[in-house]
């Protein structure tokens, strides 16, 4: 599993793509479930390639410019597929975690990369250790049941380095070859482990159900997701000033309770 040259986010917009060679980054930001279960109603509205499936296939084509050995302008044609999870706090709207696989091809060759976007605050020269997890094992770590150290080997795991940070969050990428690729294909989930500046370490599930059938599968209408997403956003937004409202609104109450103590000067508009 080498680690990847292309410089790629899951927050990247795409535009003009015939500009950007190797380096393209795709144009979405991908949700596809919201915490806590209240924010799960959105995702039976956002359209995946499998259905029941925390997955999505969001696929971009276009033209990348080279100059062939003679310096005459030259194109190829790219296409590239993203087949990625998000969790997203339904209180904040942040990204907690997004996991998944890019497939960049360029006329004949292709490239595969493992990627995954974490918040800010990750402790960045540790890296993250991501974790495959067999099938006969992933309900134990699901229950945080603990691993005997005969199963332990079952466990395949990769240290991977956090290449650069955005507005969203701070991105791995590494390119899989093929038993990489079979490894991620062959397992039930992944557990992604990082250290954070506050000193704590922190693990996040990712479950892989659905994620072959989405990888092999048609792409998802990028247009139409976008929609979806931009209208969660706006949910979880209006969600965020009604929960603002109604703190205030306690807060009120509670100063009137307490007429000795004086209460706060409006906010100045």
Not at 61 to 87: L, M, Y
Not at 123 to 144: Q, Y
Not at 171 to 178: G, L, R, S, T
């Amino acid at each position: 599993m080498a680690k990847s040259h292309s410089f790629s986010g899951f927050s990247a917009r795409l535009a003009g793509i015939g500009a950007i060679a190797l380096t393209l980054m795709l144009g979405l930001t991908f949700a596809l479930t919201a915490d806590p279960a209240e924010a799960q109603k959105k995702k039976a509205d956002v359209p995946t390639s499998t259905p029941k499936s925390a997955w999505v296939k969001l696929c971009e084509k276009g033209a990348v410019p080279f100059k062939d050995k003679e310096g005459k302008e030259q194109k190829k044609q790219i296409n590239v597929c993203e087949t990625v999870a998000e969790r997203i706090d339904a209180t904040s709207g942040m990204t907690l975690i997004a996991a998944g696989m890019k497939q960049v091809k360029i006329d004949s060759e292709e490239k595969q990369s493992f990627m995954v976007t974490l918040p800010h605050g990750v402790l960045l020269p540790a890296g993250a250790t991501v974790t495959f997890v067999p099938k006969e094992l992933w309900t134990k770590i699901e229950k945080n049941e603990k691993i005997e150290k005969d199963d332990q080997a079952k466990l395949k795991q990769v240290k991977l380095p956090f290449i650069f940070c955005s507005a969203v969050g701070c991105h791995i990428e590494a390119e899989f070859k093929d038993d990489g690729i079979k490894t991620l294909k062959s397992s039930a989930g992944i557990v992604i482990s990082i250290g954070t500046i506050t000193g704590l370490g922190i693990s996040h599930k990712v479950s892989l159900a659905g994620f072959n059938e989405t990888v092999a599968g048609p792409a998802t209408d990028t247009k139409k997701f976008a929609e979806l997403r931009k209208k969660l956003m706006e949910d979880i937004a209006e969600r965020r000033k009604q929960m603002i409202a109604e703190f205030k609104k306690k807060q009120e109450e509670l100063h009137k309770m307490q007429p000795n103590v004086t209460p706060p000067a409006p906010a100045k508009k």
